[in-house]
């Protein structure tokens, strides 16, 4: 693991210091993903902090209310406001995207 190739003394400050880490948790969660549309939706979800299903609709075409549920299967948080992603996973994929 990167961690223990710097020496296991440094501690990493962000997911940016670990890419072997960050490689291994989107390879899990991207080969879960059945296609761009639900990858997309994944991405809405990193970037807001709670997504609903009109978030989706203002931001993707018809199938929303379809990737909104599937968001539910996956995401598996929640509160009143909506579903959000766990921290470590947000990073991640925002880390993917730049």
Same mark, same amino acid.
């Given at each position: 693991m990167d961690a223990e190739r710097?020496?296991?003394?440094v501690l990493p400050r962000t997911l940016?210091?670990?890419?072997?880490v960050v490689r291994d948790l989107l390879t899990r969660i991207l080969d879960e @993903?059945? !296609?761009?549309?639900?990858r997309l939706a994944l991405e809405v979800?990193?970037?807001?902090?709670? @997504?609903? !299903?009109?978030v989706l609709r203002s931001m993707l075409d018809d199938s929303a209310e379809e990737l909104f549920t599937w968001l539910r299967t996956v995401v598996r948080r929640g509160g009143p406001y909506?579903?959000?992603l766990h921290d470590m996973v947000t990073d991640a994929l925002g880390a993917d995207l730049r």
């Open positions: 710097r020496g296991g003394d940016g210091d670990l890419p072997d @993903v059945p !296609g761009p549309g639900h979800c990193a970037h807001g902090n709670v @997504v609903t !299903g009109n909506g579903l959000f």
